[in-house]
C-alpha cells in the first residue's frame, strides 16, 4: 500500500472539505474516483495503522488500512448497503475472545451509500455505541457479535438512523460546547470530521470506550461510554463536556498526583439513578487537599476479576496516564473467585474468563498446567509489575467484606470469607483456598504496601450490628424507586457486598487510615486532609 506525502496526509486530516471533495487526498496513493468510502477512524487521537474491513448486505468484504492521520479510504463500486464497518487496532486483531487481551475495536454502520460519490464513514466509540444498539434490538449479545456476521442484511436503514439518533442526547450539548455546526443533525459516521483535536474529535478525546460482557457466554458485551472521570454518559447523565475536559487535563497533568484504582464493583463509580449506591472509590477523591493535587483515576468496574479486568482493557485506560510517584491501588478478590466450572448456566464462562486461583495453605501458587495467568498471585503481580515499569508505587488491599457469618450466610457476626473449600457449591472446584491470604502472601512476596480493609471492614460490620444495613445497600423503595425491580440492595433482600454513600465513605476512610498507618506511604499520607 502507498502511503500520501506529507502534504497530502495533511489535507486529509483539515476535515469536512478535504473528507468530502472526490479529488482529495486518499491512503491509497492517487486519488480514487467511483464510489468511494473514507473516514476517519479517532480515539480522540487518530488510530493510526488500524485494520478497517468493510461489508455489505451479501457479505462482501473489502479493506483498508489507516494512515497516520486515522484516515482510510476504498473503493466501494458494486457494494450493497448498508455498510458495516469494523477497524481493529495495529498489532493485536482480538476482538473477540474473552480470555486474552481485548484490542480496541470499533464498529460503524453507513444505511445508505450514494454511487460515484465520496460517502464519509467515521468509525469512533459513538458509532460503535449505535452499532451496540443496533445489536440488541436484533438479540445479538453485543456489537462485537454483529460485526462478526460480517454482512448487513437484515439490517434495516430505517434501524440504524433510529438507533444512532437516539444516541445524541447524550452528547448534544457537549458538541454544541465544542464548537461543532449543526449538532442537532450530528451522525457520528457521516459527520465530516478530523483527527485534531477539535470539534467532533474533542468530544471523542474526553470519552472512555468499553465493550461489557456477557457473563453467561463469555462474548464481549454491550458497549459503555464513560467520561475522563470514568463517569457513564447516557441520555439519563449526558456528557458535561467542560467538566470531563477537567478531569482528562489532571490526570495529563504532570504537577498532579494520579492514584489509579484497579478494582471491582465495591470500588466502582455508579450512575446518579442507582443512588444511594456507591463504591468507595467514587468517593476517594474528596479525602485529599485540594491544594495537594490528587487526582484520583477510579476505573474499578463491576463483575470483573484480576484477570479479566486487565484482558478488557480497563486497567489500560488508566496506566497511559501514569508517571513517576503516582500509585496504583490494586483491589481485587471477589469475582477471582468464580471458579466453579460445575455452576449451571455460566460456571464454563467463569473459568474460561474471570477465574483465579488461590494460593494453597503453604502459600504456593496454584492453576492448571501451562495456565499461570489462572494464579490469583499471578494475576495480582501483573499489576506491580506494570506501576513499577512506570515508576509508580503499587498499594494491595485484601477485599472488603461481605456481611457474612460462620455458615456463609447474611449475618453478623461477620467473619472472613474470602475462601473457597472442597465442597463448596456445585463442586466444580480445581482449586480451592483462601484469596485474601493470597493478596497477604502476594505483598509479603513483592514488597508492597498492604492495606488489610477485609480485617477492617469486618470489625466495622461487627461494631455496626444495629445498623448495618446503614451503610451496605439496603434502602426503601418508596425513596429509591429503582430498587423497586431489583432483586437485592433493598430493605426486604439486603446486598451483603456493595454499599451506599454512607458505607462507600466509611470505607474509603479506611482506605485513608491504612496508608496513614503504613510507613511506605507516608508521601501519600501527607497528601490526605
Known amino acids: 500500500m502507498q502511503f500520501p506525502t506529507k502534504k497530502r496526509g495533511l489535507a486529509c486530516a483539515l476535515g469536512a472539505a478535504a473528507l468530502l471533495a472526490a479529488s482529495a487526498c486518499s491512503t491509497t496513493g492517487p486519488a480514487l474516483s467511483g464510489t468511494v468510502l473514507r473516514g476517519v477512524v479517532s480515539t480522540g487521537t487518530p488510530m493510526a495503522g488500524a485494520t478497517v474491513s468493510v461489508f455489505d448486505a451479501r457479505g462482501e468484504k473489502r479493506g483498508a488500512v489507516t494512515d497516520a492521520h486515522g484516515v482510510y479510504a476504498l473503493k466501494v463500486d458494486g457494494m450493497q448497503a448498508p455498510l458495516m464497518m469494523l477497524a481493529v487496532e495495529a498489532g493485536n486483531a482480538n476482538c473477540s475472545d474473552s480470555a486474552k487481551p481485548w484490542a480496541k475495536c470499533f464498529g460503524a454502520l453507513l444505511p445508505e451509500l450514494r454511487t460515484d460519490a465520496v460517502n464519509v464513514g467515521n468509525i469512533n466509540a459513538l458509532s460503535d455505541r449505535a452499532v451496540s444498539s443496533v445489536a440488541s434490538a436484533l438479540k445479538f449479545k453485543g456489537p462485537q457479535a454483529l460485526l462478526d456476521k460480517g454482512s448487513t442484511a437484515g439490517i434495516a436503514p430505517e434501524l440504524i438512523r433510529d438507533k444512532t439518533a437516539g444516541g445524541r442526547a447524550a452528547v448534544l450539548q457537549a458538541l454544541k460546547d465544542a464548537g461543532v455546526a449543526d449538532a442537532e443533525r450530528f451522525d457520528p459516521v457521516s459527520t465530516p470530521m478530523a483527527a485534531d483535536g477539535r470539534g467532533v474529535d474533542a468530544v471523542l478525546g474526553v470519552l472512555v470506550h468499553s465493550r461489557g460482557y456477557d457473563n453467561d457466554t463469555g462474548v464481549p458485551g454491550g458497549t459503555a461510554i464513560l467520561d475522563a472521570d470514568y463517569r457513564y454518559v447516557g441520555n439519563e447523565e449526558p456528557l458535561d463536556f467542560a467538566s470531563a475536559r477537567a478531569a482528562l487535563a489532571k490526570a495529563k497533568d504532570a504537577t498532579w498526583t494520579r492514584a489509579?484504582?484497579?478494582?471491582?464493583?465495591?470500588a466502582s463509580t455508579y450512575e446518579k439513578f442507582r443512588l444511594p449506591r456507591m463504591g468507595w472509590g467514587q468517593v476517594f477523591e474528596d479525602l485529599f487537599k485540594p491544594e495537594a493535587r490528587v487526582k484520583v483515576l477510579n476505573n474499578a468496574k463491576s463483575g470483573r476479576s484480576s484477570r479479566n479486568f486487565y484482558n478488557q482493557g480497563y486497567f489500560a485506560q488508566m496506566e497511559q496516564y501514569l508517571r513517576p510517584g503516582d500509585y496504583v491501588i490494586i483491589h481485587h478478590g471477589h469475582n477471582d473467585q468464580n471458579c466453579d466450572a460445575k455452576k449451571p448456566k455460566r460456571g464454563a464462562a467463569d473459568v474460561a474468563n474471570l477465574c483465579t486461583y488461590p494460593n494453597d495453605a503453604q502459600g504456593r501458587?496454584?492453576?492448571?498446567?501451562?495456565?499461570?495467568?489462572?494464579?490469583?498471585?499471578?494475576?495480582?503481580?501483573?499489576?506491580?509489575?506494570?506501576?513499577?515499569?512506570?515508576g509508580a508505587i503499587p498499594i494491595i488491599m485484601t477485599p472488603t467484606t461481605r456481611v457474612w457469618n460462620a455458615d456463609r450466610k447474611p449475618g453478623l457476626p461477620v467473619v472472613p470469607n474470602h475462601f473457597t473449600q472442597t465442597g463448596q457449591g456445585s463442586g466444580g472446584y480445581a482449586f480451592v483456598g483462601d484469596y485474601s491470604q493470597t493478596v497477604r502472601d502476594t505483598a509479603r512476596a513483592q514488597r508492597v504496601p498492604l492495606i488489610d480493609i477485609e480485617a477492617r471492614t469486618i470489625a466495622f460490620a461487627n461494631a455496626h450490628a444495629a445498623d448495618w444495613q446503614s451503610y451496605w445497600l439496603a434502602v426503601d423503595p418508596a425513596k429509591f424507586p429503582y430498587y423497586a425491580?431489583?432483586?437485592?440492595?433493598?430493605l426486604a433482600r439486603p446486598d451483603t457486598t456493595h454499599f451506599q454513600e454512607a458505607g462507600a465513605r466509611a470505607v474509603a476512610a479506611m482506605v485513608a487510615d491504612g496508608i496513614r498507618e503504613t510507613p511506605e506511604l507516608r508521601a501519600l499520607a501527607a497528601k490526605l486532609r
Open 260 to 266: 489509579l484504582i484497579v478494582g471491582d464493583s465495591t
Open 485 to 490: 425491580k431489583q432483586d437485592s440492595g433493598t
Open 365 to 390: 501458587k496454584q492453576f492448571p498446567a501451562g495456565q499461570p495467568q489462572m494464579s490469583f498471585q499471578n494475576s495480582l503481580e501483573v499489576y506491580v509489575q506494570a506501576a513499577r515499569a512506570k
